[in-house]
């Protein structure tokens, strides 16, 4: 949807490039971060997308057509845009500042504030309470949702975006990143967006594409960046812990083991016994008749008692679901000082268990593998 083909800017009294050939593209309905430190060209390479900026060299294509052969004016009208300072019209109603680029496009006013309403729904904002405020009635975080929406009105396929959640409070951040990415898994627009935070980008990316001195030193998803940098400037950005990031990108599912062996209330200690030492486990799950998870007995306690299983299991102290990120899981673990976690869907059926040692296994697997 977005493709840079060799993009160079070089400001007039320089001769240093700003960028320098950079090529990459965002395919459609993803999100691509540009990520480095300040003064890398990441600002200045998403400009050059909607000719705020002239590129000096090179061509950019959205949607297959070069960029260059658009009206500025128009072409701006097209793709949407979100900036740190938010930029809303103190004077217009909150209505009115989403419906600003539907207006500019001749849009039935009907329509557009039917759009408008739709809109805030969508981020947890009452329409019938928000419409009719003006900026200054609202927190930081509610303004920059709207700027937000205000960029999306139109529909536009494109969307750029210049550190939108820099100016915003951890909290408000967060809540407001998490929303975005809801919205974003309906909407599929193709966003490419300036960061300097390692972990937002993490976040928020499908792939990331690292600058140093205006030139592009890796383009890859999160994941690849983290388990792989290309060199030792990526590795020091990405920084020391970044192993633990990757937990956030991984579910519990790619480290989960399937299908383990459980046992009923019913079960004898015996046989319980015999299925962990076949299996290596120090304790095994026990379920319902309906499979769903209902504590646990470990092998010290079966081989020391004689009965039924039901007669001497253990709650689980919790559980945890396969969509569920590691960082998730780990934590949960650490909270619970536990080494494993059994693991449910959502309608409480046991479908497997992680473990530390499982996890660690994974995250070494990947960098053997690299």
């Known amino acids: 949807m977005i493709r840079l083909e060799d993009v160079s800017k ?7 490039p700003a960028v320098d050939r950079v090529t990459l593209e965002v395919p459609e309905g993803e999100i691509c ?16 997308v909607n000719r705020l900026i002239e590129p000096s060299g090179g061509n950019i294509f959205i949607g297959g ?12 009208r097209t793709i949407g845009y979100v900036i740190q300072q938010i930029g809303l019209f103190p004077n217009k109603t909150i209505e009115d500042n989403i419906c600003l680029v539907p207006d500019m496009m001749g849009w039935d006013r009907k ?35 709207i700027g937000v929406l205000r960029a999306i009105a139109a529909d536009p396929p494109v969307l750029l975006m210049d550190e939108p959640f820099g100016a915003i409070d951890p909290i408000n951040r967060d809540i407001i990143q998490v929303e975005f990415l809801k919205m974003q898994a309906q909407l599929k627009k193709t ?3 300036v960061s300097h935070d390692i972990d937002e980008a993490v976040k928020m990316a499908d792939r990331i594409a690292i600058f140093r001195s205006g030139r592009l030193v890796q383009y890859d998803t999160p994941d690849n960046i983290l388990a792989h940098p290309a060199e030792r400037f990526v590795s020091d950005f990405v920084g020391g812990d970044r192993t633990l990031k990757r937990l956030q990108l991984i579910t519990v599912r790619d480290a989960m083991q399937h299908e383990p062996p459980r046992v009923t209330a019913d079960d004898s200690l015996a046989a319980a016994v015999s299925i962990m030492e076949e299996s290596g486990h120090q304790s095994i799950v026990m379920v319902g008749k309906n ?7 470990q092998l010290s306690v079966a081989r020391a008692n004689k009965g039924k299983v039901g007669d001497h299991h253990e709650n689980l102290p919790t559980t945890v679901k396969p969509d569920e990120d590691l960082r998730t899981a780990v934590s949960t673990m650490f ?8 693991c449910i869907d959502k309608d409480g059926t046991f479908v497997g268990y992680v473990t530390l040692r499982s996890i660690t296994g994974l995250l070494s697997e990947a960098y053997r593998d690299g």
């Open 65 to 76: 057509k070069n960029t260059a052969d658009y009206d500025p004016v128009q072409l701006r």
């Open 10 to 16: 070089i400001f007039p009294g320089s001769t240093t």
């Open 33 to 48: 971060v540009l990520l480095g430190p300040s003064g890398c060209g990441k600002t200045t390479t998403m400009k050059m």
């Open 291 to 297: 499979g769903r998870a209902r504590g646990f007995v």
């Open 111 to 145: 329509k557009s504030r039917l759009r408008a309403g739709e809109l805030l729904e969508m981020v947890a904002l009452d329409p019938g309470t928000f419409l009719k405020r003006y900026p200054k009635e609202l927190s930081g975080g509610q303004q920059q949702r």
């Open 191 to 193: 966003i490419m967006f």
């Open 335 to 342: 909270r619970h000082n536990v080494s494993w976690l059994a």
